[in-house]
Nanobody, 119 residues
């Protein structure tokens, strides 16, 4: 059973960089042909896809967030991470990490972590 767990600060100040890590257990992030993504949900809004990193380390980002987003991985720790720079209160959301299967469905999700951007 694959499990994902987000970790990181729950409060970030405006203009700073949001940093989250997803720790994966029960499966390797280098296993063909999965990808590992970040999705967020602002309060009162729907899910917003942010980006993914593939099993071989290739990244894809949402065009609307690409200039501020970076996804990386540490295969020795079976973790992948999100950096979102120059945050504003509009970046306040529950942030999820999830696995994308070969069929491109997100089949395993973390529980989500609340991040609030406020001074």
């Amino acid at each position: 059973q694959v499990q994902l767990q987000e970790s990181g600060p729950g409060l970030v100040k405006p203009s700073q960089t949001l940093s989250l890590t997803c720790t994966v257990s029960g499966g390797s992030i280098t296993t063909n042909y999965y990808a590992w993504g970040w999705i967020r949900q602002p309060p009162g809004k729907g899910l917003e896809w942010m980006g993914v990193i593939s099993y071989d380390g290739i990244t894809y980002y949402s065009p609307s967030l690409k200039s501020r987003t970076s996804i990386s991985r540490d295969t020795s720790k079976n973790q992948f991470s999100l950096l979102l720079s120059s945050v504003t209160p509009e970046d306040t959301a529950v942030y999820y990490c999830a696995r994308r299967s070969e069929s491109e469905a997100y089949d395993y999700w973390g529980q989500g972590t609340q991040v609030t951007v406020s001074s």
